[in-house]
């Protein structure tokens, strides 16, 4: 069992293949928490937060990403990543132990210029203004 991976399966299930009828997502998910944390792809982040796995582990590897760069794209689009990371439940950044990581991505997606927010799908401008509303 591979120590620095990312943990969140329940202990009697880590190790073990997915179940035979498992969906082609969760069959991602298990083969990404098998996968070492620092080799981690925006993408595998992007599915991780998505699924509410790890997050404790997930969500600065996450956020470092993004202040980076916050239109990182998984698999989707352009600024999925930042989508799935603001989407994370707000009780989730409560137990990260760095506690200004939420007030940081706030900071920077305040400082997003407006064109590229226009870009999002769905007009998830909404959803990036009730981010920082709660955590900047």
Do not use: K
Request: charged residues 20%; proline residues 9%.
């Amino acid at each position: 069992m591979c120590t620095r991976c990312v943990p969140g399966a329940p202990a009697a299930r880590r190790g073990l293949d997915p179940a035979p009828d498992a969906t082609g997502l969760m069959r991602r998910a298990h083969a990404t928490r098998q996968r070492p944390l620092t080799e981690l792809t925006p993408e595998d982040l992007r599915v991780l937060v998505a699924q509410q796995l790890a997050l404790v582990r997930v969500l600065p590897i996450a956020v470092q990403v993004l202040i980076e760069g916050p239109f990182v794209s998984g698999d989707f689009y352009p600024g999925d990543l930042l989508l799935a990371v603001i989407r994370a439940p707000d009780d989730a950044w409560d137990h990260l132990s760095d506690m200004t990581l939420a007030s940081r991505l706030a900071t920077v997606i305040g400082n997003l210029p407006d064109r590229m927010i226009a870009t999002l799908p769905r007009n998830d401008a909404e959803l990036l203004a009730r981010f920082n509303a709660v955590h900047g």
